[in-house]
């Protein structure tokens, strides 16, 4: 029983970081005024080549039916390819969002706040792997860093690449602890580490760097080549 206690406590306790962090999103999700790249990602899913600045004087109110236009998925991703460098993972998932709630720039920003709140999630989970006491201590230093609580309340890629290299090395931690079963019986692992590596990959290409240390650790360190071998090659496979 003492351990499902703990277990109920380390829950309490991720939850009330969790509520604390949506709390504190609020402000910047409101009234932080739109920036460049915010206004580049609107546009890009609005179907609209990046355009440059206009000739005559343009009403806000022609820029918002602008940016709230909502184009076909092939449209934008054709807008993608000319004008943009990303991959296309975060822009899909937010075409996604918008065809259930408005193409606004309020709802995107709650879109960036929930990939935020996966982000601490699995950032928790990640530490209680190696010690349940080290999560509690370093999960509120994270959520509320500088860089998470910015990049959870903006229109970008950024948290969504995060999400992708934190669940990545989560599911690493997960086959680190179960290296003693052979590798058929951790086909699901395996599967999901492929494919949160692939997220990662499809969202920023620099997010290549941490994730090569990442499975240099995993391999050489843990001594894991089979699983890091199988899963690297295959993700690579899907991003090629």
Same mark, same amino acid.
């Given at each position: 029983?003492?351990?499902?206690?703990?277990?109920?406590?380390?829950?309490?306790?991720?939850?009330?970081?969790?509520?604390?962090?949506?709390?504190?999103?609020?402000?910047?999700?409101?009234?932080?005024?739109?920036?460049?790249?915010?206004?580049?990602?609107?546009?890009?899913?609005?179907?609209?080549?990046?355009?440059?600045?206009?000739?005559?004087?343009?009403?806000?109110?022609?820029?918002?039916?602008?940016?709230?236009?909502?184009?076909?998925?092939?449209?934008?991703?054709?807008?993608?390819?000319?004008?943009?460098?990303?991959?296309?993972?975060?822009?899909?998932?937010?075409?996604?969002?918008?065809?259930?709630?408005?193409?606004?720039?309020?709802?995107?920003?709650?879109?960036?706040?929930?990939?935020?709140?996966?982000?601490?999630?699995?950032?928790?989970?990640?530490?209680?792997?190696?010690?349940?006491?080290?999560?509690?201590?370093?999960?509120?230093?994270?959520?509320?860093?500088?860089?998470?609580?910015?990049?959870?309340?903006?229109?970008?890629?950024?948290?969504?690449?995060?999400?992708?290299?934190? !669940? &990545?090395? /989560? *599911?690493?931690?997960?086959? @680190? $602890? %179960?290296?003693?079963?052979?590798?058929?019986?951790?086909?699901?692992?395996?599967?999901?580490?492929?494919?949160?590596?692939?997220?990662?990959? !499809? &969202?920023? /290409? *620099?997010?290549?760097?941490? @994730? $090569? %240390?990442?499975?240099?650790?995993?391999?050489?360190?843990?001594?894991?080549?089979?699983?890091?071998?199988?899963?690297?090659?295959?993700?690579? !496979?899907?991003?090629?």
């Amino acid at each position: 029983m003492s351990s499902i206690s703990r277990r109920i406590g380390s829950d309490k306790y991720l939850l009330l970081t969790l509520f604390a962090f949506s709390l504190a999103c609020v402000p910047s999700v409101l009234h932080r005024s739109i920036w460049t790249d915010e206004v580049y990602t609107l546009l890009l899913l609005s179907g609209h080549m990046l355009p440059g600045y206009p000739e005559t004087v343009t009403t806000p109110e022609s820029v918002q039916r602008l940016l709230e236009t909502s184009a076909p998925v092939m449209q934008m991703l054709r807008s993608l390819v000319v004008d943009d460098v990303h991959p296309p993972a975060y822009f899909l998932l937010a075409k996604a969002w918008v065809s259930v709630f408005d193409q606004t720039l309020l709802s995107l920003r709650w879109l960036s706040v929930v990939i935020g709140l996966a982000t601490i999630f699995v950032f928790c989970r990640f530490l209680e792997l190696g010690s349940p006491t080290l999560a509690r201590v370093t999960t509120p230093i994270f959520a509320f860093s500088t860089g998470v609580l910015h990049y959870s309340t903006e229109v970008r890629h950024y948290m969504f690449s995060l999400l992708g290299l934190v !669940l &990545t090395l /989560y *599911l690493m931690g997960r086959l @680190i $602890a %179960a290296r003693d079963r052979p590798l058929a019986g951790n086909t699901r692992l395996l599967v999901a580490l492929v494919a949160a590596t692939s997220l990662s990959l !499809l &969202t920023n /290409y *620099l997010v290549v760097f941490p @994730i $090569a %240390a990442a499975y240099l650790w995993f391999v050489v360190v843990r001594s894991n080549w089979r699983s890091g071998l199988a899963s690297g090659l295959c993700a690579l !496979l899907v991003n090629a």
